[in-house]
């Protein structure tokens, strides 16, 4: 049987994890009913979730156990929103909008009318979507069709015919009737005895949503077949006729659809078949002979258009009772992924699996998604991240994302000498530019946010910006490093703190423990500069897919970047780590652990002791052997033998340190390793080092590319949701 759940879970990540992805906003009226909290608690890491009703009576379901959550308690309420339509500063905005959609309807409302309806959590969900504030309103747990739906298909446009299909995807059978065992039938809940335009929409509609669930390479076809009682020109009949006239405007709308977007070239849909000739390859043949081969359908239908809700509903629930194993859901066709309306008898997992169903198809909707909501806070956010010869930066509207861009700078220029704030003030000038260019001004910001620098001794956090840090780090820096640029920057950029201005996550935060802290040379001790933006924010990312907290967790983080560090984070503190400007493996430009005898070799061979770091720093690994700095200027040389044996040198260093980081945490166990960075986007070099970490018997997640970013403005929202309260530094 596919794993439908695991399917569009895959197919859900990869498209929210796009550059300028969103979540949607969905809508559950029915707040109050346990299996809907539950769900919500399941579906925060792919959708901004909305909760009307009350906050007391929702954490006394969480606190009382009648709603188990699948996240950690505090991540739940801290995530999703909940919002009681009597006390929302919305409901006059949406009583106004709820009397003018009325007005000259059978249902027409008066003033006072609307402000009472906007008080039903449907009606106010229903509003949210209508208005653009939210993306789809899902509900029919503890509501009848009448009460639910009904003010639902009356509030939200719909983009056709609205009507409903039944999926499944049923256990494996040796002789199964369909490809992989996938079925659908539509419509199934709301239309009678759909007139010929509406069969067209349903027949179209629901082979659409197949495709868009399942591609090509898990569903080779989707062939549609409208079900009736006669199979070309064997019967007559008023159903028969409706369908007669349905196909010539489905193949219409059919072609048109495949205009649109090549995947869907492959949606075949016939009419006028019997049941067993739509389903049956031998019945087809009996019945069709000769022609069989002119009805593409006929054999291998998939997807059952039926000509009455009569049978529709009836395949439905029979499938639904014969196969409780099956992993089945309800899905809208025609709303555009902005309704679902579940059976009242849905179990918790029908209610996640529908949700997720949904989202998938509302993603892929030609509807765009809402990018700001007033339901969720959305501060204007930018961000700085300063490297050797690169600044990032990024712009958010709250979770969204409006910009990011990475300024390369000229050496000559903003990455010379001079003082920090002589090389910030350059570097600044182009962040101006590219903000400009975009008109951006951050002068409008909420927070300005950067990289930490070199502070000796600083907490893991977010610290405000103060002129004692820029002191600190003008005179007191623990390294010569770009990092100590973003406070400068963000200061600057903030007007002097006019406008809130936060580092974060400084490289220097030392949480070692002793054991890890000795060395072989007495007074001689460890000292950590590592990645720690993007190793702690890594580990975030992991807690939140394994719906976690990051403080019940072993992990061992890696940043595979410029540099490389290593971190063993154990129950949210990494307790062991490089210096990564020195030590560890070697990465693109840093040359990592060089035999000690040659290192007093190099030190006694007349050179600058500033030659010496940078030989180490900047000018080695990579670059040293295959003069580049970045793995994307040799991949099309993975094969070279020079190349090769500098990559698997490289591959092997990071995975042996990986897995020397285990005994970090004896006795207990290590629940995953988590490896970031932009070398992760080198499928030569990461296949390497997760072929060598099989050994660890640990699993392995990757978050490719850079997420300091993401970092930066995760912690900017955690202090304006006052979750975080930001440290000051003290000279």
């Not at 008066?110 to 309103?137: H, Q, W």
């Not at 042996?656 to 986007?681: K, N, W």
Request: charged fraction near 20%; glycine fraction near 8%; include cysteine.
């Amino acid at each position: 049987m596919i794993d439908l759940d695991k399917l569009v879970d895959e197919q859900l990540n990869g498209m929210l994890s796009a550059p300028d992805a969103v979540k949607p906003v969905i809508v559950f009226p029915e707040a109050n009913d346990p299996r809907i909290i539950s769900a919500a608690s399941g579906l925060i890491n792919q959708a901004r979730v909305v909760l009307v009703g009350e906050a007391a009576e929702i954490r006394s379901l969480c606190d009382y156990k009648s709603a188990e959550l699948y996240c950690p308690r505090d991540r739940f309420f801290s995530q999703v929103q909940i919002v009681n339509p009597a006390q929302s500063d919305l409901k006059e905005e949406l009583a106004m909008a709820l009397q003018e959609a009325s007005k000259g309807r059978k249902w027409e409302f008066t003033s006072m009318e609307a402000r009472e309806k906007i008080l039903n959590p449907v009606f106010f969900g229903a509003m949210l979507v209508r208005l653009g504030y939210a993306d789809a309103c899902l509900g029919g747990v503890a509501n009848s069709t009448k009460d639910f739906l009904a003010p639902c298909l009356r509030l939200i446009k719909s983009s056709g015919t609205a009507f409903e299909m039944g999926l499944f995807c049923l256990p494996d059978e040796d002789n199964p009737l369909w490809e992989n065992n996938v079925v659908m039938f539509a419509d199934v809940a709301l239309n009678l005895k759909p007139s010929p335009e509406q069969l067209s929409d349903i027949a179209v509609g629901a082979c659409k949503t197949l495709r868009d669930i399942f591609p090509p390479t898990v569903l080779s076809g989707v062939n549609g077949a409208m079900i009736s009682y006669s199979t070309k020109g064997s019967g007559q009949g008023p159903s028969v006729e409706a369908i007669r006239q349905a196909e010539p405007l489905a193949a219409q709308k059919l072609a048109a659809l495949k205009e649109s977007d090549p995947v869907y070239k492959d949606i075949n849909i016939t009419g006028e078949l019997q049941i067993s000739v739509a389903v049956s390859r031998e019945a087809a043949q009996v019945k069709l002979k000769n022609r069989l081969d002119e009805f593409e359908s006929a054999g291998k239908a998939n997807v059952l258009i039926v000509p009455s809700l009569d049978e529709g509903n009836m395949l439905y629930h029979l499938f639904n009772t014969q196969y409780p194993e099956a992993q089945s859901s309800l899905i809208m066709g025609g709303m555009d992924g902005q309704v679902l309306d579940y059976s009242r008898g849905s179990s918790l997992l029908q209610v996640i699996r529908g949700a997720k169903l949904l989202l998938l198809t509302r993603i892929k909707a030609t509807k765009p998604l809402v990018r700001t909501s007033p339901l969720f806070p959305s501060p204007r956010i930018v961000t700085i991240n300063p490297g050797s010869v690169s600044t990032q930066v990024a712009v958010f509207d709250g979770d969204a994302p409006v910009l990011n861009v990475v300024i390369e700078h000229d050496k000559s220029g903003a990455c010379a000498g001079g003082s920090i704030a002589q090389q910030a003030e350059s570097r600044l000038a182009s962040v101006r530019r590219t903000l400009e260019k975009h008109d951006i001004d951050p002068c409008g910001a909420a927070m300005i946010m950067s990289r930490g620098g070199m502070l000796p001794n600083p907490q893991a956090g977010t610290y405000r910006i103060s002129q004692a840090m820029l002191t600190a780090l003008e005179s007191g820096a623990v390294e010569d490093h770009p990092s100590n640029l973003g406070a400068f920057m963000a200061w600057e950029l903030s007007r002097q703190g006019k406008t809130p201005a936060f580092i974060v996550d400084c490289p220097t935060i030392d949480e070692l423990t002793p054991e890890n802290r000795l060395t072989g040379i007495k007074g001689i001790e460890k000292m950590p500069i590592w990645h720690a933006l993007s190793q702690r924010q890594a580990a975030r990312m992991y807690a939140d897919l394994a719906n976690q907290r990051v403080q019940d967790l072993n992990l061992i983080v890696a940043h595979l970047g410029s540099g490389v560090s290593i971190g063993s984070h154990a129950k949210g503190k990494c307790i062991n780590v490089e210096n990564a400007i020195f030590d560890g493996p070697m990465g693109p430009s840093r040359a990592g652990d060089i035999p000690a005898e040659a290192v007093i070799e190099l030190c006694y061979a007349g050179l600058e002791k500033a030659m010496v770091k940078k030989i180490f720093s900047a000018v080695g690994g990579l670059y040293s052997h295959l003069g580049a700095h970045d793995l994307r200027q040799i991949q099309d040389r993975a094969n070279d033998p020079d190349v090769a044996a500098v990559l698997s040198a490289m591959a092997s260093g990071i995975a042996s340190q990986i897995l020397a980081r285990l005994s970090d945490f004896y006795p207990e166990p290590v629940e995953q390793i988590v490896l970031t960075g932009r070398m992760c986007l080198s499928p030569v070099l990461l296949e390497k080092v997760l072929e060598k970490l099989t050994l660890a018997g640990v699993g392995v997640t990757v978050f490719p590319g850079s997420v300091e970013a993401e970092a930066l403005k995760d912690a900017a929202m955690r202090v304006y949701k006052d979750i975080d309260v930001p440290m000051r530094w003290e000279s």
